[in-house]
């Protein structure tokens, strides 16, 4: 079965740090271009991090969170990385992953953050 899930979201305080995964399944991991998704209640989603496939594994991110937020993958455990670091409020938000050429979505991931 093709599919992506996250996981690792949970409640981190302002300034804390949280890593986020996303593990594929069904298709070959390596192959494929990924990104990190956000979407907080009454926004528009947007595109958080993104990385290329193996052999490039070129990053870019959003100008919110260049610099804090770190976007990795492990093609042996077909599994893309999330690292938020210094934490804001405005990072409060569903974490989504998607596989851009085929369209594919995972369910997503909550991240709270609150003192």
């Known amino acids: 079965q093709v599919r992506i899930v996250e996981s690792g979201g949970g409640l981190v305080q302002p300034g804390g740090s949280l890593r986020l995964s996303c593990t594929a399944s069904?298709?070959?991991?390596?192959?494929?271009?990924m990104k990190w998704y956000r979407q907080a209640p009454g926004k528009e989603r947007e595109m958080v991090a993104g990385i290329t496939a193996v052999g490039s594994s070129t990053k870019d991110y959003a100008d919110s969170v260049k610099d804090r937020f770190t976007i990795s993958r492990d093609n042996a455990r077909s599994t893309v990385y999330l690292q938020m670091n210094s934490r804001k409020p405005d990072d409060a938000a569903v974490y989504l992953c998607?596989?851009?050429?085929?369209?594919?979505w995972g369910q997503g991931t909550q991240v709270t953050v609150s003192s």
């Open positions: 998607k596989v851009p050429s085929r369209n594919l």
């Open positions: 069904g298709f070959p991991f390596n192959m494929y271009n």
